[in-house]
């Protein structure tokens, strides 16, 4: 009844993305069953309140000047595939890796990232709850990052397997290290503007929104979270109402004489759900408060080339960047990237 009323809206214009019942790989479970084994409790953004004034690529950032209309880091061979959180509110693990392994592979184009099996979620599971992380309850990858650099770095999946638990215990110490943080970037909460700019120059960002349960029947489109039983939008746009993170990897708009501009995002869900694990969420109206809790990794060897471009900038007497120097920035902050060991 909810997709078929849902479709019908959507053939009519009302709303921008449509559901399926036969897709979803949650047409047999409740509301309350999917809020609960899949969403996580309210989570607080505080982190993102401010900006990060210590980033090295804060001043980048800010000055960076007419972004490209599209950008899709999938097509860039640095996106691993798209894992499930199964049935454990570990939304944030996989927000936080998903980001920090595009960023790990960047910057390392050794790794074949289109099928590293990646970074492991059950250590931030089991070893990140002194971070204000609670396990299957929910966290926020800006904490995980912290979390990450202060240990040292973080585990390959392969080593420590995950098992949608957060029962521990923590055994980090004894599986090689094969990604590290070396700074964490905070986009200044509600600056949609400069997550568009984040995910340009630095890469894919990790976010955080609100979510209906009404998202678990996505099928493709721009979602807008659209309900045809209220004729509006569902979802709260407060930093205290985010309840699921993911990864932000792209941006674009569609092809249709009505333009509407899009993220492209990577869930946790499976590539079973959405668009092969992903969906478009519209942007710049801060839906469901996409952009309260967005924040990415700095790995490595990226705060070095990031010096070294602002040297180059001082020397040039160029304080303005524009569209040709965002493809200018990645290729150099690939190509200065510092490698990870796998093993």
């Known amino acids: 009844m909810t997709v078929d009323r849902h479709n019908e809206a959507y053939g009519l214009g009302y709303t921008q993305y449509a559901m399926t019942l036969e897709s979803s790989p949650f047409a047999d479970v409740t509301d309350d069953e999917f809020r609960s084994t899949h969403l996580t409790e309210w989570q607080n953004c505080s982190a993102t309140h401010k900006s990060s004034p210590q980033s090295p690529l804060s001043s980048l950032l800010s000055n960076v000047g007419t972004l490209p209309e599209s950008v899709d880091w999938r097509t860039k061979g640095v996106i691993t595939p798209i894992k499930n959180q199964g049935r454990c509110g570990s939304c944030w693990t996989f927000s936080t890796t998903g980001s920090l392994e595009a960023h790990t592979c960047i910057h390392n184009p050794d790794i074949d990232c289109t ?3 990646g970074l492991a979620e059950q250590q931030l599971l089991d070893c990140a709850s002194a971070y204000d992380n609670h396990g299957c309850s929910g966290g926020l990858p800006s904490h995980a990052f912290e979390y990450i650099k202060d240990a040292g770095g973080i585990s390959a999946e392969a080593s420590y397997a995950y098992n949608a638990s957060d029962v521990g215990p ?10 590290r943080v070396a700074a964490t970037h905070n986009v200044t909460s509600r600056d949609e503007d400069g997550l568009v700019a984040a995910v340009a120059v630095a890469g894919p960002v990790s976010i955080a929104f609100m979510v209906s349960t009404d998202l678990r029947f996505y099928s493709h489109g721009v979602y807008d979270s659209f309900s045809a039983r209220i004729n509006g939008t569902v979802c709260s746009s407060g930093e205290k109402d985010v309840n699921h993170a993911v990864v932000a990897v792209g941006y674009g708009e ?5 333009a509407i501009p899009f993220f492209i995002v990577r869930n946790s869900w499976s590539n079973q759900w959405g668009m092969e694990g992903y969906f478009w969420m519209k942007r710049g109206e801060n839906l469901c408060g996409l952009s309260d809790c967005a924040s990415f990794p700095i790995v490595p060897g990226a705060a070095t080339a990031l010096n070294h471009l602002e040297g180059e900038k001082e020397r040039d007497g160029s304080d303005q960047n524009d569209a040709s120097d965002v493809s200018t920035i990645t290729a150099a902050l690939r190509k200065r990237g510092v490698g990870v060991s796998l093993s």
Do not use: H, K
Request: aromatic share 12%.
């Open 115 to 117: 099928t590293w099996s």
């Open 170 to 179: 923590c055994t980090a110490g004894a599986y090689p290290v094969a990604a």
């Open 254 to 258: 569609t092809d249709d004489a009505d």
